[in-house]
């Protein structure tokens, strides 16, 4: 039975509105509305004509609602369009339904995070309890005051699924969401920048932590600037630790900075912060190194952001390579058992081009003996 919910779904992962499909498909906006709602359910030549414009399987319109409850953080401007979140929050869901579907024949890591503030202290949380939070992150890996060498491992070594997906919009950086009993993350891979991606992953991972208890009705009326504002406190904390920081220069400047960019893994904006945060520089000096910063153009990319590849996911990667080599499976099962198809597989399991969608094995060639 086709199940309209997951029409809406796939159009929305595809960033498609109900006009462009109606026009891909030959059939009027009404009617795709009316799909939508339920009114009326798609005979089986317009179910085929969806899944060709959409790319899903047919029989992928037929499973039960995927759950969408939870509360999601967006990593974006405020300017962003509502298509770009949709489409966002469809590819998480996406991952979610395929990470759920693979975790029948593998065991993913437990749980390894400091415990969330409840609902009442993370409505009246302070800078010096973020601060303390994340210190405590650290201590749980066991990291010292030293830098993260990579730090999706490490977060998804702790039982937090992560993706990473093409999302088409220079606004929107990543989106996340507690399901299922565990933190899923998805960053956009549009910016392509080591550094940028890293914070992005400790922003993600802050919501996690600390807004794990909050209702969406508590996140607006806290504000969505303060939100994102606690976020990048405890991303700035887990990847630059103050007891690491000090006056080791006899003056804060941009060329200082970019040594230790390299050191610690993170932009020259987001240590100018940090310094700023710990008091090492006042107002005045953070103001003239942004206004340098602008000067050099920096806004528009920092020295070495080129130099290092972004970090990638390894978890579903390694999920889908010990099924192919050692549960059993093909790469068809993959695709049949998922009930998507090859390309988001490999987009959203971070595969290699090819791992699922490479060519089969052709058939034998036979010939008639005389």
């Avoid at 796939?10 to 462009?20: C, D, L, V």
Wanted: aromatic content about 10%; overall charge neutral.
């Amino acid at each position: 039975m086709f199940n309209p919910e997951r029409l809406v779904l796939a159009r929305n992962a595809r960033r498609m509105t109900q006009e462009a499909l109606a026009q891909e498909i030959d059939y009027s906006d009404s009617m795709i509305s009316r799909w939508e709602s339920g009114a009326n359910k798609p005979t089986y030549s317009a179910i085929s004509k969806i899944s060709k414009a959409l790319s899903m399987p047919e029989r992928w319109f037929s499973l039960r609602s995927i759950d969408e409850q939870g509360v999601y953080q967006f990593r974006s401007l405020t300017r962003t369009e509502a298509s770009a979140r949709d489409q966002a929050k469809a590819k998480l869901l996406y991952f979610r339904e395929i990470s759920e579907i693979l975790e029948q024949w593998v065991d993913y890591p437990a749980l390894n995070l400091v415990d969330s503030p409840n609902r009442i202290e993370a409505l009246n949380i302070t800078d010096e309890k973020i601060e303390k939070l994340a210190e405590e992150q650290r201590t749980l890996w066991g990291l010292g005051n030293r830098p993260i060498q990579n730090l999706t491992r490490l977060i998804e070594n702790s039982g937090v699924l992560i993706t990473s997906d093409w999302l088409n919009s220079s606004d929107m950086d990543g989106v996340s969401a507690w399901m299922a009993g565990r933190p899923y993350i998805l960053l956009a891979k549009d910016k392509d920048n080591y550094f940028r991606n890293r914070f992005d992953n400790a922003h993600e991972f802050a919501h996690g932590i600390l807004h794990k208890n909050l209702t969406s009705s508590d996140c607006k009326n806290i504000g969505y600037k303060e939100i994102e504002r606690q976020a990048n406190y405890f991303a700035g904390c887990l990847l630059m630790p103050s007891d690491a920081f000090s006056l080791n220069y006899k003056s804060v400047t941009l060329d200082n900075l970019v040594i230790e960019k390299r050191h610690w893994g993170t932009s020259v904006a987001s240590l100018i912060m940090r310094y700023s945060q710990l008091g090492l520089i006042d107002d005045n000096h953070k103001t003239r190194l942004f206004k340098n910063y602008s000067y050099r153009k920096w806004r528009y990319g920092e020295p070495y952001d080129d130099s290092v590849k972004p970090e990638t996911p390894e978890l579903m990667y390694n999920t889908v390579k010990i099924l192919l080599e050692e549960g059993g499976f093909r790469k068809e099962d993959i695709i049949d058992r998922t009930f998507y198809n090859a390309d988001d597989l490999e987009q959203l399991c971070c595969l290699p081009k090819g791992m699922l969608s490479g060519e089969q094995p052709t058939k034998p060639k036979l010939r008639l003996i005389n």
